[in-house]
């Protein structure tokens, strides 16, 4: 087919031009721009990649596209070799990979980012990012979150052995990614706090990074804007424990995702432990590219429960053992069977006992106890409980509270029912299974879907904009 004497610099040109119809234009820049061909001999086209990782990458994202531009280009006989820079200097041919399309790259072999673990203070910081808060990167763990502290139960005994399993083999079980999801306040931090404090305390020098997603996202952001996005992604690469909280919170966020990835294989493959949390399980993490998802399905998922009237009662009193305090058994199965939302408020409600006996000089005994309920009750009512939300928007929508927790789907109930459990969920801590509960005993699911009606409904129709402007101030700030 080709009849014209060519030079691998103008097929590789023409092959760009096909690619970049292909690859949006920042991956382009990234990943095809630094290519280098290096020769033609007869089909065969040699390029010249800067590290093993980039023609893993290359190999596993875009072998499709490079064999539609070397066919373009050569022709079907064609093929491509690479030639890998690596860190010795010498020139590496890996075999020819994008003739299997799919295939999963082999674990990197190969000298992984240099690194000298047992200097850890070395890793701080190497990519000037201004949004570390004056924190030293190693040292997001906080050791008060210890495995002793973390009470088992049959609500979260899969997700600590795990947990555990993981502390003492990190990179080497197959829990990798481990990762770990519940609902609110049910322990999920803690946990991946439990197992990265764990490691550090058996593995002084290894590099484990605690981040919560949010942070991850702002430190990316801030990486475009200096345009240090390599010097950002050779950071991460550098962990040897990488744990991620709030992972739900990438959905949508096309190119961290995008770095995300590339980060997690370079560490999946050099046996680098991953852990993440996640408010929901992996298969309902929408707004995830899919690659990342069937990723997460490597490893183990894990859920945590609302821990039973059990082990709310040993979560009570382990809480009241780290502070020396001793209370009646009966204090306790009271306190249990009050709060059976999640362990933070379980706790919340332990410490304001403690607190209230203290500046009272009372003993702990059920009358205090069902004071200070009842105080909390009160407290928050000054602030914007789900009664209030449900009372100020049946109001504004002339609606009766009964309507609001009926069974009714006329429309003009439906609608304000879904403002309320859309401002219930944006004011309160409640789970959206308390919201669901307080709108007459509605699945969670219900309440996810009034959430999202609604906030589709914000962003598209400047009326209910409007309307919902105005309901919120009635609620003023949200704490
Ligand atoms: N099994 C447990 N034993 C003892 N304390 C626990 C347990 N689970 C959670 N806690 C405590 O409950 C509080 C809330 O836990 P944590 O912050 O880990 O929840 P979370 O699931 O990460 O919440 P969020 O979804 O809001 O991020 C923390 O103070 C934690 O120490």
Redesign the pocket.
């Known amino acids: 087919m080709q009849t014209v004497v060519r030079d691998a610099k103008s097929v590789w040109q023409e092959c760009l031009r096909i690619i970049r119809e292909y690859v949006p234009e920042q991956s382009f820049k990234t990943w095809f721009e630094p290519i280098v061909p290096a020769r033609l001999v007869g089909s065969t086209l040699t390029i010249q990649v800067p590290s093993e990782f980039f023609y893993e990458w290359l190999e596993e994202n875009y072998v499709h596209v490079l064999r539609r531009a070397i066919d373009h280009a050569i022709g079907r006989q064609g093929m491509l070799e690479y030639s890998v820079i690596v860190d010795r200097g010498d020139d590496k041919k890996p075999p020819m990979g994008y003739t299997v399309p799919n295939q999963r790259p082999a674990p990197q072999n190969s000298a992984p980012p240099a690194k000298k673990a047992s200097e850890p203070e070395q890793l701080r910081n190497p990519f000037e990012l201004p949004d570390l808060d004056g924190l030293e990167l190693t040292s997001y763990l906080n050791p008060?979150?210890t495995f002793e502290?973390?009470?088992?139960?049959d609500?979260?005994r899969l997700a600590?052995s795990a947990g555990q399993a993981v502390a003492s083999k990190p990179g080497v079980t197959s829990f990798n990614p481990l990762m770990i999801y519940?609902?609110?306040?049910?322990?999920?931090?803690?946990?991946?706090?439990a197992i990265g404090n764990q490691i550090k305390a058996s593995n002084s020098g290894k590099f484990v990074l605690f981040v919560s997603t949010e942070k991850f996202m702002n430190q990316f952001v801030m990486a475009v804007r200096n345009n240090s996005i390599q010097n950002f992604t050779n950071f991460y690469l550098q962990v040897d424990v990488l744990i991620l909280?709030?992972v739900q919170f990438l959905a949508g966020k096309e190119r961290t995702q995008e770095t995300f990835f590339h980060i997690f294989n370079h560490l999946h493959q050099t046996g680098k432990q991953i852990i993440m949390?996640s408010?929901r399980p992996p298969k309902d993490l929408q707004g995830l590219q899919d690659r990342l998802l069937s990723r997460f399905k490597w490893g183990l998922s894990a859920d945590?429960q609302m821990?039973d009237l059990e082990?709310r009662i040993?979560?009570i009193m382990?809480?009241l053992h780290g502070d020396g305090v001793d209370i009646d058994y009966e204090v306790i199965e009271y306190l249990a069977h009050s709060i059976d939302t999640?362990?933070?408020e379980?706790?919340g409600v332990v410490v304001s006992l403690i607190a209230q006996a203290t500046l009272l000089r009372r003993e702990i005994d059920m009358n205090l106890a069902r004071q200070v309920l009842r105080n909390i009750v009160q407290d928050s009512e000054r602030e914007v409980t789900i009664e209030t939300i449900m009372e100020t928007i049946s109001q504004h929508y002339r609606i009766s509270l009964q309507d609001m927790k009926g069974k009714s789907r006329k429309k003009e109930i439906v609608f304000p029912r879904q403002v309320a459990m859309y401002f219930a969920k944006d004011y309160t801590d409640l789970s959206l299974k308390s919201i669901g509960y307080h709108f007459g005993g509605r699945d969670h699911s219900t309440v996810i879907h009034a959430i999202q009606t609604i906030s589709e409904l914000k962003e598209h129709n400047a009326e209910v904009k409007a309307q919902l402007q105005e309901l919120q101030k009635n609620f003023g700030k949200k704490s």
């Open positions: 008060i979150y502290n973390y009470v088992e139960g609500f979260n600590r519940g609902g609110v306040g049910l322990g999920k931090t803690h946990l991946a706090q909280d709030d949390t408010d945590l821990p082990s040993a979560i382990k809480k999640n362990v933070r379980l706790e």
